[in-house]
């Protein structure tokens, strides 16, 4: 495994990073997302991201547990704050930040939080008393950093331009070789402004496993056979883009590596990106994801894929 710092902070986190959104204390069972969470420090992860709304804090509780006897520092903590936790309790106003990261760290079992993330934008509170309340959470040592996810250039400007408040080092972005939407505006900002990315969907929700053949029947032990996520895949499992996925796998054979692997190191293959986010709901999946860090893969080989998925990919 290796390691890239993350933005203008001194964190040091793994290519690799294990997300826990629709898994971990909720979708998989305690023992098998135990197990993962072993692979993954087996496999040199270190980086962990969270968020308080995953299974309405059932993910952080797991967690919690599951970190409890390894050392802290062993691990780089992050998660996140915004979408609702009860019918009044949702946002990032002062309020809510102040609450939710006690709350997250009870949950966690920690003291603290290497990365607190905004998981949106929100534009019914000022921009100032969001970022004075992040900085109040920093000052008080319960988290060391701040970041935020799917913010506009605009929204990154704002907060930036907050006279005396603590500056974000992190970027959490969907991205892949199937949604290169970022790199246009949001990489190239973030880059200027010490921000790194951490981005979120690096294998399209794992359409780009290639495990989904077009016309056949979904694989009853996958994502896509969930009505949760499901639902959220709707959008990637249409023909045409299966049917690309698939014209893929002579290039991948070429690189010597799995078609996870390949989509994986073509993300990183971007300097901004610190770390790519993987679920895994078996560890020898997180073993193969892992796999793809510090991979050596021919650029001319990533711009045939690019040429293949060119028609099909969003936006």
Known sequence: MRYRKLGASDLEVSEIALGSWLTYGSGVGHDRGKACVDQAFASGINLIDTANVYGRGAAESFLGEVLAGRPRASY?????????MSATDQGLSRAQIAKQIDASLRRLRVDHVDLYQCHRYDAATPIDETMQALSDVVR??????????????????????????VRFVSSQPQYSLLWRNPEKE??????????????WSPLAQGVLTGKYAPGAKRPADSRASSGSMGYFMGSWLTPAILEAVQQLKPIVREAGCTLAQFALAW???????????VGATRPEQLAENAAASGLAIDPT???RAEAIVAPVRRP
């Open 76 to 84: 780089v903590l992050a998660t996140k704050l915004y979408f609702p």
């Open 140 to 165: 008080q040592g319960k988290a060391r950093y701040i970041g935020f996810s799917e913010w506009s250039p605009q929204q990154i400007e704002s907060a930036f331009a907050i006279a005396g408040s």
């Open 186 to 199: 949001v990489f190239p900002l973030c880059a200027a402004k010490g921000v790194s990315q951490i981005v």
């Open 267 to 277: 993300v990183l293959r971007q300097e901004n990106v610190a770390s790519a986010i």
């Open 301 to 303: 080989l990533f711009q």
